[in-house]
Structure formats: structure tokens, C-alpha cells
């Protein structure tokens, strides 16, 4: 199974950027469909966003289309999360999780079978 790892989470001012990394170990992560979760304090784990296996199709929750971005460079076996315009109502716990599955519902949490540690994203106002 993949061992995924979160990497670049911070506070940042509204209206700034960051740049999550999700790395992968024990299994290349090309193998893998990456979504990226969020989890605020009292509330559900959400989708954000997901990429698949090239990198040639990207999905996005509503709130967050135009500002964030998912890439992957597999020769480094990495998936990135780009956050641009970032508002208040994004500070949450980020996780990213992989699954091989090829039929599954991509905002469903239990379509993913490896998940990392999170990490955490403030944006003050």
C-alpha cells in the first residue's frame, strides 16, 4: 500500500498562497488516482479536489474552482495542491489520499484506501 506524506501547510493572510505537497513511498504514485480532502474544526472531512493517474484530468469542488490547481510529477512521486486567493473559510486540515480503483465515486471518502498524516492551513483574515 502507499504511504503518502503531506508537506507545506502554514498561516497564511488572505488573499495568499500556498503550495501542499502530498509524497509517496512504498508504491509509485502513478499508480494511484490523488485526491485532495479538507477537514475543518466541527465539520466533515470534504472534497477538494482530485487528479487522475497522467495528470491529464482534474476535478475540483465548487468553492474552490479558479483558485486552487492539482498537478502530479510522478518521476517524483509527488502530487501538489496549489491554493491561490485563499479565504478564511479554507483553513482546515489537508490530506491527500490515493486509490487504484476505477470505478468509485471521487468525492466519497471511502473510495480511498491511503491517506496521509494532514496538514494544517490557516488563513487569517
Known amino acids: 500500500q502507499v504511504q503518502l506524506a503531506e508537506s507545506g501547510g502554514g498561516l497564511v493572510q488572505a488573499g495568499g498562497s500556498l503550495r501542499l505537497s502530498c509524497g509517496a513511498s512504498?508504491?509509485?504514485?502513478?499508480?494511484?488516482?490523488v485526491a485532495w480532502f479538507r477537514q475543518a474544526p466541527g465539520k466533515d472531512r470534504e472534497f477538494v479536489a482530485a487528479?487522475?493517474?497522467?495528470?491529464?484530468?482534474?476535478y475540483f469542488e465548487d468553492s474552490v474552482k479558479g483558485r486552487f490547481s492539482v498537478s502530479r510529477d510522478n518521476a517524483k512521486n509527488t502530487v501538489y495542491l496549489e491554493m491561490n486567493t485563499l479565504k478564511p473559510e479554507d483553513t482546515a486540515v489537508y490530506y491527500c489520499?490515493?486509490?487504484?480503483?476505477?470505478?468509485?465515486?471521487?468525492?466519497?471518502?471511502?473510495?480511498?484506501?491511503?491517506w496521509g498524516q494532514g496538514t494544517q492551513v490557516t488563513v487569517s483574515s
Open positions: 487528479i487522475n493517474w497522467s495528470g491529464s484530468k482534474t
Open positions: 512504498e508504491r509509485p504514485i502513478s499508480n494511484y488516482i
Open positions: 489520499a490515493a486509490t487504484q480503483q476505477v470505478a468509485f465515486v471521487m468525492q466519497d471518502r471511502a473510495s480511498y484506501d491511503s
